[in-house]
């Protein structure tokens, strides 16, 4: 399963855990039932926590990644962007730095990696070498 996968099913498993805490204050349970609750809350609540706990560290070796990627890309796009002469490939770079950034602000794993990836191939088309037309020399 994925980081947010997981995070996703201990949510599920904390929101039954925090039914289950509520439960016997609004419900007159017997000497005989409420432990029974008491002990399923427990296992519920450790179990999502250990899911949450799993998520995070799936997360963190990924989060490190991307965050590496980001500076370097932030990097090259900004020597690009000082040595470039055609002004379409400059606003491209400068559009896609925006979009990363704004991507940034409200993170989803796949708005940052598209940005990113957006931002990287507008400095790659920087970078390339210029085309021949087609029948020159």
């Excluded at 932030?74 to 559009?95: D, P």
Aim: no cysteine.
């Amino acid at each position: 399963m994925t980081a947010p996968e997981l995070n996703a099913l201990g949510s599920l498993l904390q929101d039954l855990a925090d039914w289950l805490a509520k439960y016997p204050t609004q419900h007159d349970l017997d000497k005989n039932t409420l432990p029974l609750f008491e002990k399923a809350f427990g296992k519920v609540q450790k179990i999502a926590g250990a899911l949450k706990d799993q998520a995070v560290e799936i997360a963190i070796p990924d989060a490190k990644a991307t965050v590496e990627k980001l500076q370097d890309a932030t990097k090259e796009a900004a020597a690009a962007v000082k040595s470039v002469e055609n002004l379409t490939q400059g606003l491209a770079i400068a559009g896609a730095l925006a979009d990363l950034g704004a991507a940034l602000l409200h993170p989803t794993p796949g708005a940052v990696i598209t940005e990113l990836n957006n931002l990287v191939q507008a400095v790659q088309k920087v970078a390339a070498p210029p085309v021949a037309a087609p029948g020159s020399k």
